[in-house]
């Protein structure tokens, strides 16, 4: 800034920014570079740490995925509100018509649609997208005719197909609520599982952590003892090293994301060949997801470990 003078007296000093204002940034610029110097001077202890941490990351990713896959599926079945009558065979027209007229008179039906043997057939090879020619290899349909039945609200499915299954037209009644129970139940199995599974791994990754930390504080013993003689605080000596962790989590977690997106990715591919009636969700989806979730996790193991071995080994 330029100097300023008084009439009639001397020119004013230059006006200086304080020390203070530029401290912080300067300070968060020293910690990140001494972070960074820290995981490359430890080399294969922090390949190590960060492959653990990969390792658990991994498997905590699968558990999200297989968990989320589940869900979304289940989710996928729960919105399709309706129940599926299946009738006998050789019905005449005039007993489909009552029997559509009965169902139409059922507590939340909205709506009855006919599905012919012919159209279930043709809709069942859409479904594999004419992987499948059954009439070439059928000397006739198995499938048969069937009424769908739209329910306003998924509570009354259950009360819809029983009361749908005591009409004489009807073979059976069934709706998609069984189905979403049995997924449902498989993914809080999972979730607990894989929850397990990586709270076990992650200690173990923490502890691979704090053992690259407190070499890293063996290492700079002296230089530590003479920070804290010029009256370096506590934190100013902690944060380097917490830095340095949180780095070694963020490196494993971003190796874990591209291991579960790109297995994820292959399966989706392989799925959507041979089972392609499945709503599975998309790759970008999953990866999008993962993303955070398992970042958040690295670098939190990361700064956990490092913080445990600063404390118990300095004692600050």
Do not use: C
Not at 10 to 28: D, I, L, N
Not at 109 to 130: D, P
Not at 134 to 148: I, K, M, R, T, Y
């Amino acid at each position: 800034m330029r100097a300023t003078a008084k009439p009639g007296g001397p020119p004013s000093p230059p006006v200086r920014p304080s020390p203070r204002a530029t401290r912080p940034a300067r300070g968060a610029s020293y910690f990140l570079r001494e972070g960074m110097q820290g995981f490359r001077r430890n080399g294969l202890m922090s390949l190590a740490a960060a492959i653990i941490t990969m390792v658990t990351l991994v498997a905590l990713g699968m558990a999200l995925v297989i968990a989320s896959t589940l869900d979304h599926i289940a989710r996928s079945v729960e919105r399709r509100v309706e129940v599926v009558v299946y009738l006998h065979d050789g019905l005449h027209a005039r007993a489909v018509d009552d029997l559509r007229a009965r169902l139409l008179e059922l507590p939340g039906v909205t709506g009855a649609t006919y599905v012919s043997k012919s159209e279930a057939l043709a809709e069942f090879q859409q479904a594999f997208k004419g992987a499948v020619d059954l009439q070439g290899l059928l000397s006739h349909n198995p499938l048969p005719a069937s009424f769908v039945a739209a329910v306003d609200q998924p509570a009354r499915l259950q009360a819809v197909a029983r009361a749908a299954s005591a009409f004489p037209q009807v073979e059976r009644a069934s709706y998609g609520t069984e189905a979403v129970d049995r997924l449902l139940g498989v993914t809080r199995v999972v979730r607990v599982g894989g929850a397990i599974v990586a709270g076990l791994l992650a200690l173990v990754a923490m502890i691979i952590i704090v053992s690259t930390v407190r070499l890293t504080v063996f290492a700079r013993r002296t230089e530590i003892e003479v920070m804290r003689l010029v009256g370096a605080t506590a934190w100013f000596i902690r944060w380097p090293l917490v830095v340095e962790g949180a780095l070694t989590g963020a490196v494993g977690a971003f190796a874990a994301v591209l291991l579960v997106a790109g297995m994820y990715a292959w399966l989706v591919v392989g799925a959507g060949a041979s089972l392609p009636f499945l709503p599975l969700p998309s790759a970008v989806q999953v990866a999008l997801t993962l993303t955070w979730k398992l970042l958040l996790w690295g670098v939190f193991i990361g700064t956990g470990g490092s913080l445990l071995a600063v404390r118990r080994y300095l004692s600050l």
